[in-house]
C-alpha cells in the first residue's frame, strides 16, 4: 500500500517550534488500520524513514532544516509525499562513522543498544545528519566519550 498526497511544510506554533508535513486524515486512518507506524517517505524524490507522530492534534511527518535543505523546500512550500509502510521499523541507520566507532568501543555500543529504539534513532540522526564527514566522525566520537562516562545530554548524576 502506497499513499500519495502534496503536503505543506509547516511549523509548530508551540513548544520546540518544529518543521513537519501534515498527513492527511484519511491517509493517516488507512495507515494506521494497517498496523503502519513507521513510513518510508518519498519526499521531492528523496527518501527517508519517518514515523507518523502528533503535531498540533493531527497526524504529521517530522522534518528538520537540513532535511528541508536537501529536498529543496521551505515553510510554506508544498511537498509531493509518497508514503508506504516501512517493512523495518526497529531499524535504526547508524552511518559508517558510528559504526566504526561501536565497532571500537564495545562499551559505548552497550550503553546505546540498551536505549529505546526512539532514543537510539534520535542519538544516530545526530550524527548521521552532519553533512562533512568529519563532522560525522567528531559526533560519533564525542558521543561515545558521553556514553561511557554518563554525560550524554538527559542523563542525571547518581547523587553520592
Known amino acids: 500500500m502506497t499513499e ?13 517550534g ?8 484519511d491517509v493517516a486512518a488507512r495507515l494506521a488500520a494497517s498496523g503502519t507506524r513507521r ?23 517530522l522534518v528538520g532544516q537540513d532535511l528541508l535543505r536537501t529536498i529543496g523546500a521551505a515553510p510554506g512550500d508544498t511537498v509531493l509525499v509518497d508514503a508506504a509502510p516501512d517493512s523495518e521499523p526497529d531499524r535504526i541507520d547508524l552511518g559508517h562513522e558510528l559504526e566504526a566507532v561501536f565497532a571500537d568501543d564495545a562499551e559505548a555500543a552497550a550503553r546505546f543498544f540498551s536505549f529505546t529504539s526512539g532514543r537510539q534513532r534520535s542519538i544516530a540522526s545526530h550524527v548521521t545528519g552532519a553533512k562533512r564527514p568529519e563532522t560525522r566522525i567528531k559526533r560519533a566520537l564525542e558521543l561515545a566519550y558521553q556514553l561511557r562516562t554518563h554525560t550524554l545530554y538527559g542523563d542525571t548524576r547518581a547523587e553520592g
Not at 500519495?4 to 520546540?16: D, H, I, Q, S
Not at 513510513?39 to 511527518?61: F, S
Request: no cysteine; charged share 15%.
Open 4 to 16: 500519495e498526497f502534496a503536503a505543506p511544510v509547516l511549523r509548530e506554533t508551540g513548544g520546540m
Open 18 to 25: 518544529y518543521h513537519f508535513l501534515p498527513v492527511p486524515a
Open 39 to 61: 513510513v518510508v517517505a518519498v519526499l521531492n524524490g528523496h527518501t527517508v524513514r519517518r514515523g507518523i507522530v502528533t503535531v498540533e492534534g493531527r497526524p504529521a511527518l
